[in-house]
């Protein structure tokens, strides 16, 4: 099982980036995926989580109306589209693969966004 994440980088106060995470080793389109962030000294947080068909979304409250999630289960992909980006979005984002809605069974590296002010 392999969740490589891209996208994250360096953007500015009010900013766009969008994260991919390329899954590989289990049968994508069965399983839910999520997006977590962990700042420097802080917990995991739940940004958002999508079902195994994209028909049901969740979002974190402080992440509704600036953050989409998305999957194309032909290219075994999930999207995290981040607008409106502020300092305290700044964190390694991860994501994450479930055998249901809620579960976290696998996890990729984590890639690195940085929103400077």
């Known amino acids: 099982v392999q969740l490589v994440e891209s996208g994250g980088g360096l953007v500015q106060f009010g900013g766009s980036l969008r994260l991919s995470c390329a899954a590989s080793?289990?049968?994508?389109?069965?399983?839910?995926m999520s997006w977590f962030r962990q700042a420097p000294g802080k917990e995991r947080e739940l940004v958002a989580g999508i079902s195994s068909a994209g028909g049901s979304t969740y979002y974190a409250d402080s992440m509704k109306g600036r953050f989409t999630i998305s999957r194309d289960n032909a290219k075994n992909t999930v999207y995290l589209q981040m607008n409106s980006l502020t300092p305290g979005d700044s964190a390694v984002y991860y994501c994450?693969?479930?055998?249901?809605?809620?579960?976290?069974?696998?996890w990729g590296q984590g890639t690195q966004v940085t929103v400077s002010s």
């Open positions: 994450s693969a479930g055998v249901r809605y809620g579960r976290y069974d696998y």
């Open positions: 080793g289990f049968t994508f389109s069965s399983h839910a």
